[in-house]
C-alpha cells in the first residue's frame, strides 16, 4: 500500500471516529501516525534530483512575501502592477510554471516578491508542482493568499488546509510547550494551565506511536494533540497571511462589506490598483519591521536609505552587526533619537531595542 492510500485510509477512520473522552487515545494515536506520513510524503527521495527547475530562488532583501493562490486568480498582474516584473499574465489557467521574483521598494526597505505557480488541490500530497512551491513558500517572512472575491471561501478553505498539511501554520503562534526527550525516567508531564483537550493517557498514545518512552514535557497552554504533534515533528513553519481578495471591480459595495469582515483580508482590484495603500500598509505591518536612521557625527540624519531590522531582533547590537559586523569591536555607546528613549539624544549601550523611525548615532572607542 503506497503512503499515498495509508494517509487516506487514517483520515477516513478519524472521520468515521466520534469525538469524546472514549476515543481520545485512538485519535490522538492516528494523528501522530498521520503526521509521520505526511513527513515521509513531503520528504523528497535521496534519487530524486534537485529541486527542480526555477523554484530555487536567491534571497534579496530585508524580507520575502510569496503569493499563492489558485491559477489565474490575478497573482501576476498583482505582482506587475507591485514590483513592474512582468510575469506571463493570461486568463487561462496555469500560466506560470515557475517562480518568477521581483522586488518592492516599500519605506526604504527592499522586499522580495515571489510569484509561485498556481497551487492546485492535492499539492499537500505531491500533486501537480504543489512540493516545490511549498518548499519556497516556508522560506517566506509573509504570505499573500490570493483569492478571487467571487469564490474566495471555497478556495481559501482549500488553500488553508494545503499549508495544514505541509506544517505551514498561518497567522498563529508556536504553542508554548517545553519538550525534552530523556534516556530513562519515563515520561513527566507538568502544566501551569489546566488542559481541557488533553490527559496523560492521550499524550502516552502520542509518544507511544513516536517510540518516545522518556521524556520532560511542560504545558504552558491549553494544548491540542495537534499542538503537540507540531511540537514533537519540530518542522512546522509560523508564517503571517494576508487573504488578498481580488476583483473587487466586479461586485457591489454591499458585498464589500462582507468581504471587509473575513479576518486578515484586503479586498483590492489588481487591474485598476484599486486599495493598494492598505494593503501595503497591512504588509508592512505584518512583516513586523521597523526603520532606523543613521546619523554620523556632525551630520543630518540621512532620511533616503533606513536600516531596516526585524521588531524582534533591533537592539543596538542587531543594528551594529546589519551594518558591519567589525562597529561593535569599537563600539563604545550611541546617541539615540526618537520613541525608545525618555531624552533626546539619550546615550544607549548595545544591549537597548531600537523602535521604528528610531535616529541612532554611534560614538566609537577613543
Known sequence: MSTFDKIKEIETEMARTQKNKNTAYHLGTLKAKLAKLKRELLTPSKSGG?????????????????????????????????TGTFSEVSEVEFTTLTTVPGVLQYKGAKIQILDLPGIIEGAKDGKGRGRQVIAVARTCS???????????????????????????????EPPNIVFRKKDKGGINMTNTVPLTNLDKDVVKSILNEYRIASADISFRCDATADDLIDVIEGNRVYIPALYVLNKIDQISIEELDLVYKIPHAVPISAHHEWNFDELLEKMWDYLNLV????????????????????????????????????????????????????????????????????????????
Open 50 to 82: 534537485g529541486p527542480g527547475e526555477g523554484f530555487d530562488v536567491a534571497g534579496t532583501g530585508v524580507a520575502r512575501v510569496g503569493f499563492i493562490g489558485f491559477p489565474s486568480v490575478g497573482k501576476s498582474t498583482l505582482m506587475s502592477k507591485m
Open 142 to 172: 509573509l504570505i499573500f493568499i490570493v483569492l478571487d472575491v467571487l469564490k474566495p471561501l471555497t478556495h481559501k478553505a482549500v488553500i488553508e488546509r494545503e499549508m495544514e498539511g505541509v506544517g505551514i501554520r498561518l497567522n498563529k
Open 291 to 366: 526603520r532606523i536612521y543613521t546619523k554620523p557625527k556632525g551630520q543630518l540624519p540621512d532620511y533616503t536609505a533606513p536600516v531596516v531590522l526585524k521588531r524582534d531582533r533591533a537592539s543596538l547590537a542587531d543594528f551594529c552587526n546589519t551594518i558591519h559586523k567589525g562597529i561593535l569591536r569599537e563600539f563604545a555607546h550611541a546617541l539615540v533619537w526618537g520613541s525608545s528613549v525618555k531624552h533626546n539624544p539619550q546615550k544607549v549601550g548595545k544591549e537597548h531595542v531600537l523602535l521604528d523611525e528610531d535616529v541612532v548615532s554611534i560614538v566609537k572607542k577613543k
